[in-house]
């Protein structure tokens, strides 16, 4: 099994995750209980066995992490009041202006107010507008009119007043630096509730509490910087043939990027640890979408049986298994047995014990069924043509009957799809193959090879295509003889029957004295089948290639855009500090 349990936003993420990869809980002779460290491998196989390694490794990942930036900004604004106004009277036009957003305010006496806050404002473009208004660059439109508009949100409330944006903040580090400078360099600072700022006797301490406060209205994005992966295994399994599985599948499968893994032996499955960073060493971020994770899965199976592990992928309707639970699911779940005060919801805890028990999802079971069972009749008919052993025959025929017993009825529309199609097949074998016909299909058989020839690469592949050409060819005019066999013996017994009816007639007696046609041969039937999977799998693999080029590319677009943007804002972040 594969599972990404996390992603990696931040160098503090990233530092706890080292740490519990490269560490395991001991206790100690005393009783005490404490940390070993236990060895690690990175891409190229070197090992990082201790906390001053760790740190290392951390400080060249870290190197290449995006920061979280804010959508929206928290901006400096300056206040230049036309007339006299009490405290009172500006601290209502101010929540006027703001609405539901927080801010600090600090009143001057030479009539000036300075505001920090959290506004709906976009980041980054306040902040380029700022920048080309310090610089003389161009109109600073964009803080033009967030300026004119919170003047006209404060005209509104009562108070005349000149708005100047001094600076917008575009991530949390500058968002919390600004914030420690106004309440570093600003007086009598008030919030928007009208108290004074509390926290603490420092300043960080003061601005820690502010911002947790505001935490809640701070849109931000969190990067995805590495994946936390984990390979696990059945109980029993050679943990250092699943180790060399998992490092062999991630040397093909994530060229470039760096990665670590961990095994940790103390608990019951084999499992390994994986972190991956996001991006590989050109800026190519991973993607891990549920398709993607499935092809993984197959891969890694096929690998791991290559090192002598019996490993097959499943989906989880395959097995008819429940949904799986989360770590934090679970914790709620042992907290609410040992803690009867602890509430949680009945469906977690029915979800976690339903799993654990092994418990047969119902709905997983009825849907493979209804799948399964007509692949197992066509396979019993498939058995009987090709002369198979009666008891495997038989074998298949009550697969085919256990599967459509077990699954539910199905609904009125699909009972008559079902009948539509078998009225149909039924209606094609009765049905009298002329040479027209059987040349059609020869020819549709002869244009799906030539495809299959266009997707193959190696001369390998060519030749084997080219011997199944000749093994169809060889079929269809053994088949295509006895058609014509048939037609000649109908028409002789036709004529020999007494007289020339008329042709109507003649035609109803070739009708009902031609015999049935002989079915069309098992493996030409496979090879058919063959060459339409074929050729499907190399559409889904072009259109799936361009799409992604197409996506690449997008994603290039948008990277090379923010990097652009990020630089802008740092170089305004740096004029303002």
Same mark, same amino acid.
């Given at each position: 099994?594969?599972?990404?349990?996390?992603?990696?936003?931040?160098?503090?993420?990233?530092?706890?995750?080292?740490?519990?990869?490269?560490?395991?809980?001991?206790?100690?002779?005393?009783?005490?209980?404490?940390?070993?460290?236990?060895?690690?491998?990175?891409?190229?196989?070197?090992?990082?066995?201790?906390?001053?390694?760790?740190?290392?490794?951390?400080?060249?990942?870290?190197?290449?992490?995006?920061?979280?930036?804010?959508?929206?900004?928290?901006?400096?604004?300056?206040?230049?009041?036309?007339?006299?106004?009490?405290?009172?009277?500006?601290?209502?036009?101010?929540?006027?202006?703001?609405?539901?957003?927080?801010?600090?305010?600090?009143?001057?006496?030479?009539?000036?107010?300075?505001?920090?806050?959290?506004?709906?404002?976009?980041?980054?473009?306040?902040?380029?507008?700022?920048?080309?208004?310090?610089?003389?660059?161009?109109?600073?439109?964009?803080?033009?009119?967030?300026?004119?508009?919170?003047?006209?949100?404060?005209?509104?409330?009562?108070?005349?007043?000149?708005?100047?944006?001094?600076?917008?903040?575009?991530?949390?580090?500058?968002?919390?630096?600004?914030?420690?400078?106004?309440?570093?360099?600003?007086?009598?600072?008030?919030?928007?509730?009208?108290?004074?700022?509390?926290?603490?006797?420092?300043?960080?301490?003061?601005?820690?509490?502010?911002?947790?406060?505001?935490?809640?209205?701070?849109?931000?994005?969190?990067?995805?910087?590495?994946?936390?992966?984990?390979?696990?295994?059945?109980?029993?399994?050679?943990?250092?043939?699943?180790?060399?599985?998992?490092?062999?599948?991630?040397?093909?499968?994530?060229?470039?990027?760096?990665?670590?893994?961990?095994?940790?032996?103390?608990?019951?499955?084999?499992?390994?640890?994986?972190?991956?960073?996001?991006?590989?060493?050109?800026?190519?971020?991973?993607?891990?979408?549920?398709?993607?994770?499935?092809?993984?899965?197959?891969?890694?199976?096929?690998?791991?049986?290559?090192?002598?592990?019996?490993?097959?992928?499943?989906?989880?309707?395959?097995?008819?298994?429940?949904?799986?639970?989360?770590?934090?699911?679970?914790?709620?779940?042992?907290?609410?047995?040992?803690?009867?005060?602890?509430?949680?919801?009945?469906?977690?805890?029915?979800?976690?014990?339903?799993?654990?028990?092994?418990?047969?999802?119902?709905?997983?079971?009825?849907?493979?069924?209804?799948?399964?069972?007509?692949?197992?009749?066509?396979?019993?008919?498939?058995?009987?043509?090709?002369? $198979?052993?009666?008891?495997?025959? !038989? =074998?298949? /025929?009550?697969?085919? #009957? +256990?599967?459509? %017993? &077990?699954?539910? *009825?199905?609904?009125?529309?699909?009972?008559?799809?079902?009948?539509?199609?078998?009225?149909?097949?039924?209606?094609?074998?009765?049905?009298?193959?002329?040479?027209?016909?059987?040349?059609?299909?020869?020819?549709?058989?002869?244009?799906?090879?030539?495809?299959?020839?266009?997707?193959?690469?190696?001369?390998?592949?060519?030749?084997?295509?080219?011997?199944?050409?000749?093994?169809?060819?060889?079929?269809?005019?053994?088949?295509?003889?006895?058609?014509?066999?048939?037609?000649?013996?109908?028409?002789?017994?036709?004529?020999?029957?007494?007289?020339?009816?008329?042709?109507?007639?003649?035609?109803?007696?070739?009708?009902?004295?031609?015999?049935?046609?002989?079915?069309?041969?098992?493996?030409?039937?496979?090879?058919?089948?063959?060459?339409? $999977?074929?050729?499907?799998?190399? !559409? =889904?693999? /072009?259109?799936?290639? #361009? +799409?992604?080029? %197409? &996506?690449?590319? *997008?994603?290039?677009?948008?990277?090379?855009?923010?990097?652009?943007?990020?630089?802008?804002?740092?170089?305004?972040?740096?004029?303002?500090?």
């Amino acid at each position: 099994m594969i599972k990404v349990t996390s992603t990696v936003s931040s160098r503090a993420f990233a530092a706890g995750l080292m740490t519990y990869l490269g560490t395991r809980d001991i206790e100690k002779d005393n009783g005490e209980k404490g940390k070993v460290d236990i060895p690690i491998y990175d891409q190229d196989g070197l090992v990082i066995a201790s906390r001053e390694e760790r740190a290392a490794v951390l400080a060249e990942w870290a190197s290449e992490f995006r920061e979280a930036y804010a959508v929206n900004a928290l901006a400096t604004f300056s206040l230049t009041l036309a007339d006299p106004v009490d405290d009172a009277a500006l601290h209502d036009a101010l929540n006027a202006a703001f609405g539901s957003k927080p801010f600090l305010s600090s009143r001057h006496p030479d009539g000036t107010v300075s505001v920090y806050a959290v506004t709906d404002l976009p980041a980054r473009k306040i902040a380029g507008a700022l920048k080309a208004r310090e610089k003389g660059e161009g109109p600073a439109r964009a803080a033009e009119n967030a300026e004119a508009d919170f003047a006209r949100r404060l005209a509104d409330a009562g108070v005349a007043a000149e708005v100047r944006i001094l600076g917008a903040a575009v991530s949390e580090t500058s968002g919390h630096y600004f914030l420690e400078k106004f309440l570093r360099t600003e007086k009598g600072v008030t919030t928007s509730a009208g108290d004074p700022v509390k926290g603490g006797p420092t300043v960080k301490e003061r601005a820690d509490g502010v911002w947790r406060a505001w935490s809640s209205h701070i849109r931000t994005v969190e990067p995805r910087n590495a994946f936390h992966v984990i390979f696990s295994a059945r109980a029993g399994t050679d943990r250092y043939a699943m180790q060399r599985a998992v490092r062999d599948f991630l040397s093909e499968q994530v060229t470039g990027h760096r990665w670590i893994t961990a095994h940790h032996p103390e608990t019951g499955h084999v499992h390994v640890h994986a972190m991956i960073s996001a991006r590989d060493d050109v800026g190519k971020a991973l993607r891990l979408t549920k398709p993607e994770l499935y092809e993984w899965r197959a891969r890694f199976a096929a690998r791991a049986r290559a090192h002598g592990i019996a490993m097959v992928a499943t989906r989880r309707a395959d097995v008819a298994a429940t949904r799986p639970y989360s770590q934090a699911q679970a914790g709620a779940h042992e907290r609410g047995k040992s803690d009867p005060r602890y509430l949680k919801k009945p469906d977690v805890a029915d979800r976690v014990e339903r799993k654990r028990a092994g418990v047969v999802d119902r709905a997983s079971l009825t849907n493979g069924n209804l799948a399964l069972a007509p692949k197992w009749q066509a396979t019993a008919s498939a058995l009987k043509k090709a002369g $198979a052993e009666p008891s495997v025959i !038989a =074998a298949a /025929e009550r697969f085919a #009957a +256990a599967a459509t %017993a &077990q699954a539910a *009825q199905p609904v009125p529309l699909a009972a008559l799809r079902i009948l539509i199609a078998t009225i149909q097949q039924q209606k094609e074998k009765a049905m009298p193959l002329s040479l027209e016909q059987f040349d059609e299909r020869v020819s549709r058989a002869n244009t799906s090879m030539d495809r299959l020839e266009t997707m193959v690469d190696s001369s390998a592949e060519r030749q084997a295509v080219e011997e199944v050409r000749k093994e169809i060819s060889a079929l269809f005019a053994e088949q295509r003889r006895d058609i014509q066999m048939q037609q000649m013996r109908s028409v002789a017994e036709a004529s020999g029957a007494g007289g020339a009816p008329p042709p109507a007639r003649a035609d109803e007696a070739r009708a009902q004295d031609r015999p049935a046609p002989a079915t069309i041969d098992p493996a030409i039937a496979a090879q058919q089948q063959a060459i339409a $999977a074929g050729r499907a799998a190399r !559409a =889904a693999r /072009e259109q799936a290639g #361009a +799409a992604k080029g %197409a &996506q690449d590319e *997008q994603r290039q677009q948008i990277l090379r855009q923010a990097a652009q943007e990020r630089q802008r804002g740092n170089d305004c972040d740096g004029a303002e500090r």
